[in-house]
């Protein structure tokens, strides 16, 4: 139980387009999904908070306008980069849980900005 | 705010050697402490997680203790195999029963020889 996919698991644009990543909790409702970016041998950097039905809260630094987040349903959430760039290349996790502490992640996106 | 330190890897341990991996941290209030691992190229996998104080989670031969007096939450294995070969990252939630953020340190790169 308490599988997360993404997809796609690999995507290359070019620049200046939009991407969009779907996360998706298979088996479960998740009432809060979580947005992750992560470098090459680094941590994970939180982006963002998305709640079912409302609008995601964006952490300090991270814009909101570029980094379009969707939670339409309790199984669903999306991340669009918008006008991608190179230096938007990275590695994208996603989470959820369905009300209790415990996150569980999905296998990640990697973007190539081209 | 909440921090997580990790110590830096890489470490390079021979088959059947002794792990440890140290994790402090640094919290208002009674966080739940975590550990996961990440192989390459995929996301995050909960390793094994602790709720509170001198709590141990275990899990795979892995273990680590909640200690609140020295704020710390060391990873250890008596017997590490080639297949332990990952990314390991300490973490915390500052809430525990409901959604919450999760920080997570740096990340430390085990590699295991034969």
Known sequence: ?114 | GNSVTQMEGPVTLSEEAFLTINCTYTATGYPSLFWYVQYPGEGLQLLLKATKADDKGSNKGFEATYRKETTSFHLEKGSVQVSDSAVYFCALSDRTGTASKLTFGTGTRLQVTL
């Not at chain 1, 009432?31 to 970016?37: A, K, L, S, V």
């Not at chain 1, 470098?39 to 952490?59: R, V």
């Not at chain 1, 909101?64 to 339409?72: P, Q």
């Open chain 1, 1 to 114: 139980g308490a599988v997360v996919s993404q997809h796609p698991s690999r995507v290359i644009c070019k620049s200046g387009t939009s991407v969009k990543i779907e996360c998706r909790s298979l088996d479960f409702q998740a009432t809060t999904m979580f947005w992750y970016r992560q470098f090459p041998k680094q941590s994970l950097m939180l982006m963002a908070t998305s709640n079912e039905g409302s609008k995601a809260t964006y952490e300090q630094g991270v814009e909101k306008d570029k980094f379009l987040i969707n939670h339409a349903s309790l199984t669903l959430s999306t991340l669009t980069v918008t006008s991608a760039h190179p230096e938007d290349s990275s590695f994208y996790i996603c989470s959820a849980n369905g009300g209790v502490a415990e996150q569980y992640f999905g296998p990640g996106t990697r973007l190539t900005v081209t």
